[in-house]
């Protein structure tokens, strides 16, 4: 029996390396709490924020293309804007992310829809620790 894996499951099987745009070193922001929650799943957490210099113990890049030089990328997770998302999606296409991950409250058609012709995975309006969290109760 078999059947299509949505971008969701792909995503958590196939990315470990996670590069969070917009996450924040502070523990009451979402992007921190998700991005923790994440780690202790097991997964590696790349932080993009220009103004940080390290979160949640790791090394913080000014971009996803800095990042690329040092990390390997599989994931974008991003926190930031729906106008954000368009340069954000072409420098995740560009340094070879599997995935891009817009939290919930995030869309951008046009983007994603530039993602996806690349093939990259496309979430839109989810929470990666929600989905994770359900995701994980269906492996047991």
């Not at 745009?21 to 780690?39: A, F, I, N, T």
């Not at 799943?41 to 990042?67: C, F, H, K, M």
């Not at 340094?95 to 939290?103: F, H, R, S």
């Amino acid at each position: 029996m078999s059947h299509e894996q949505s971008p969701i499951d792909l995503s958590l099987t196939h990315c470990r390396n996670i590069a969070v745009v917009g996450l924040s070193p502070k523990p009451h922001r979402d992007s921190y709490r998700v991005s923790q929650y994440m780690q202790a799943q097991g997964y590696r957490i790349i932080p993009v924020n220009p103004q940080a210099t390290e979160v949640l113990g790791e090394r913080a890049y000014a971009s996803l293309s800095d990042a690329a030089q040092h990390e390997r990328i599989d994931m974008v997770n991003c926190f930031r804007n729906a106008h954000d998302i368009p340069p954000i999606a072409n420098e995740a296409m560009a340094v070879g992310a599997k995935a891009l991950w817009l939290q919930i409250g995030i869309a951008h058609a046009h983007a994603s829809a530039l993602a996806l012709q690349a093939g990259l995975w496309v979430v839109q309006d989810r929470c990666l620790m929600v989905e994770h969290a359900r995701w994980a109760r269906l492996q047991d």
